[in-house]
């Protein structure tokens, strides 16, 4: 079943100074990596510069209900501010996105702590 909502971050942190687009983009980015995360994937999402997800920055946009422009806007922001990394895979290939140790130590998120071993008692 398909998740009914989507983690936007608060303009605080790293994410201090970015519009809600990107912080939007952000999120959906970050429900993907998850997924690619997770034990069951792990392996198949991980390659020399960690762990990936794969997101067709016109699928964010049609999801986001804004232009390809605005995707590019937002993930250049990302970029910019150190929360995400994007590669290429090849010539003509899918984006590579990364989200950086910078980012999840700043999460509010159950999933982020854990990947940073941080715990309730801290």
Not at 1 to 15: D, E, H, Q, S
Not at 24 to 29: N, P, R
Not at 89 to 105: D, E, K, P, S
């Amino acid at each position: 079943m398909a998740k009914l909502y989507t983690m936007v971050p608060r303009a605080i942190g790293p994410f201090q100074g970015l519009d809600m687009a990107t912080r939007y983009a952000f999120g959906l980015i970050y429900d993907r990596w998850k997924l690619s995360d997770s034990d069951r994937n792990r392996d198949a999402f991980t390659d020399a510069y960690g762990v990936y997800c794969v997101y067709d920055r016109q699928d964010i946009a049609e999801e986001m209900g804004v232009t390809l422009p605005t995707v590019r806007k937002a993930i250049k922001a990302l970029i910019d501010h150190r929360i995400l990394k994007a590669r290429r895979a090849g010539v003509g290939a899918a984006w590579r996105y990364y989200v950086t140790a910078f980012a999840l130590l700043h999460l509010d998120d159950e999933f982020a702590a854990a990947l940073c071993g941080i715990t309730d008692d801290e």
